[in-house]
């Protein structure tokens, strides 16, 4: 079999019945769903029978050779029965409504490449599907896509094709960075600056921050409210929950280029400051004033009516404290609170939010540095710096999300050579995020429940365009969804050359896809950047 992610179990596909009979989907194929079970649906008729040229008409619960969909109570939320009967047809059943839909995202790779498609190769054939049953459930309840479209804009339309790219790996949660000191990307009613001003910057650096070259053009966008909207509409129809990134009290040069008030304007000139258009840690953070809590609050009531996820994310990471340490505005801050430095004051600024949102019904996830000073119960944390930061969350009874930058930052180089484009950080080939493992050893088992998952992040510093986000994420989120879905043995017993066995069907799929991943073989002309400096250094961090 060919599945990607590899399923738990797979019956009626052995040697011993290579002319075992079947179901063949053509255009007397009808489809029946069961309440509960419209978003696979209304998935299988718009995406499945647009590419197959299939009407897929409603029919008959007891229609021979019908698609039948249902929902199970005796499985688990997410898990999903595939059914493949000659006499019968093709009967998927869920757990939950998301179940039938991973279930049906199977029986699209069982079809073939050409199920991957917009419109029909040929339209006077049928597929045929060979008799068998697929029971499946994921490991892991947050299978997550992390997207920065704040350094590099993505319009709406790659922003829905990449929620359709999670959906065919199983991926169900969509990480949105949404603000960083290089853009930012949301409209915000009340604070219109925001995004007249924060959303674009006059140029760019082309490459690592050490490249003396830029892109002496303007970049930028945003997106909507009612962008935002229909976003997280696709993804609900897909089963995928969309988490908010909102970075503060650091990587927020943007905001205060549009709001210079926010800015620390004691030790600054706040008035001078633009979007910044190279790449780091920018030393412009928030002043930790009342002026700019009340700001943000405004600006988390209006994410708030946008987003329905459980999570929101605060960013809390790499925060410099330069112009705290200088501010008296700062200083005075922290001796009033009776706290002992910077960093304690950092964390007063991430706890006061995550009082904020948990008196509203939410839950606060932040980078791992959110831990220093202490976290409300409830806040959850995004482990990036190592596992460290994930084990000291879920020893202290938080619950985490595994995201290592040293396995699973998919901005970072693929291989050594030096016709990678840009290279950046670590080299992390297929079979290295192959073989990641999201639950730390050194966790009890009662510890190890506080994982909720893993997630994959893709920084786009270096990334200008679609095709450059295609080529370093692909083909390693394949090998990472499988990573977050399927029961994998420990990280030295995996088979990994079966899953690249499989890879070459999966290639076909991307293909057909439109996707612009990295070939086994290396990176095509035209996906290599000759003379563009990034950051191939082992060992370090890469800090782009």
């Known amino acids: 079999m060919d599945l990607i992610p590899a399923p738990r179990t797979v019956e009626g596909t052995g040697a011993e019945s290579p002319a075992r009979r079947g179901v063949a989907l053509d255009a007397d194929t009808t489809l029946w769903a069961a309440p509960g079970t419209g978003t696979s649906e209304r998935w299988l008729r718009a995406t499945l029978g647009a590419a197959l040229g299939l009407p897929l008409p409603p029919g008959g619960e007891d229609t021979a050779g019908a698609v039948l ?49 917009r419109a029909p190769l040929r339209t006077d054939r049928s597929y045929g599907i060979p008799d068998q049953v697929v029971e499946d459930a994921p490991r892991f309840a947050w299978r997550g896509l992390m997207l920065d479209v704040s350094r590099h804009f993505m319009p709406k339309d790659g922003v829905l094709r990449y929620l359709d790219l999670m959906a065919a790996h199983k991926l169900n949660v969509f990480h949105f960075h949404l603000t960083d000191d290089q853009g930012w990307r949301i409209e915000i009613k009340r604070h ?49 929950a969309v988490v908010p990134e909102i970075d503060i009290p650091g990587h927020s040069q943007a905001a205060i280029a549009a709001y210079p008030e926010l800015g620390n304007t004691d030790v600054i ?39 329905p996820s459980e999570f929101i994310h605060v960013g809390g990471d790499e925060c410099a404290k330069d112009q705290w340490k200088r501010s008296p505005t700062a200083q005075s801050r922290i001796k009033d609170l009776g706290l002992a430095d910077e960093d304690e004051l950092q964390s007063w600024f991430i706890r006061h939010f995550d009082n904020w949102l948990a008196a509203r019904g939410r839950r ?24 460290r930061g994930g084990i000291t969350a879920a020893r202290a009874g938080h619950d985490v999300v ?13 291989d050594g050579g030096a016709d990678e484009p840009v290279p950046i950080g670590y080299v992390r080939t297929l079979e290295d995020v192959y073989r990641f493992e999201p639950v730390p050893p050194e966790l009890t088992a009662d510890q190890a429940r506080h994982v909720l998952g893993t997630q994959a992040n893709v920084w786009t510093e270096v990334m200008e365009d679609r095709a450059r986000v295609d080529y370093q994420t692909f083909p390693r989120l394949a090998a990472f969804a499988e990573v977050a879905w399927s029961a994998l043995p420990v990280p030295a017993e995996r088979d990994f ?7 070459s069907a999966h290639y076909k799929r991307l293909d057909a896809l439109g996707v612009a ?20 250094i082992d060992g370090a961090p890469p800090n782009v």
């Open 69 to 117: 969909l249902r929902l199970d109570d005796t499985l688990e939320p997410e898990a999903y029965r595939l059914s493949v009967v000659a006499e019968r047809g093709i009967e998927i059943r869920g757990g939950s409504a998301a179940g039938v839909f991973w279930g049906a995202q199977t029986l699209r790779q069982l079809i073939g490449p050409e199920a991957f498609r």
């Open 192 to 240: 219109p600056k925001l995004t007249e001003i924060g959303s674009w910057r006059e140029r760019t650096k082309f490459g690592h921050r050490a490249s003396p070259l830029w892109e002496e053009k303007p970049h930028g966008g945003y997106y909507t409210q009612d962008d935002i909207r229909e976003i997280v509409a696709y993804a609900a129809e897909r089963h995928i």
């Open 364 to 387: 606060l996830i932040g980078w791992d540095e959110i831990l220093e000073g202490g976290l409300a119960p409830g806040a959850a944390v995004s482990s990036w710096r190592g596992y």
């Open 497 to 503: 050359a079966g899953f690249e066995r499989r890879m």
């Open 402 to 414: 595994m995201c290592p930058e040293q396995q699973v930052y998919l901005d970072h180089r693929q």
């Open 269 to 307: 000139d706040t008035t001078s400051l633009s979007v910044w258009d190279s790449w780091g840690i920018s030393v412009n953070v928030l002043a930790p004033t009342d002026n700019t809590l009340r700001f943000y609050e405004e600006v988390f009531e209006e994410v708030l009516e946008l987003f």
């Open 517 to 536: 991943y990295r070939p086994p073989a290396g990176p095509l002309p035209w996906q290599q950047r000759p003379g563009v400096l990034g950051r191939p």
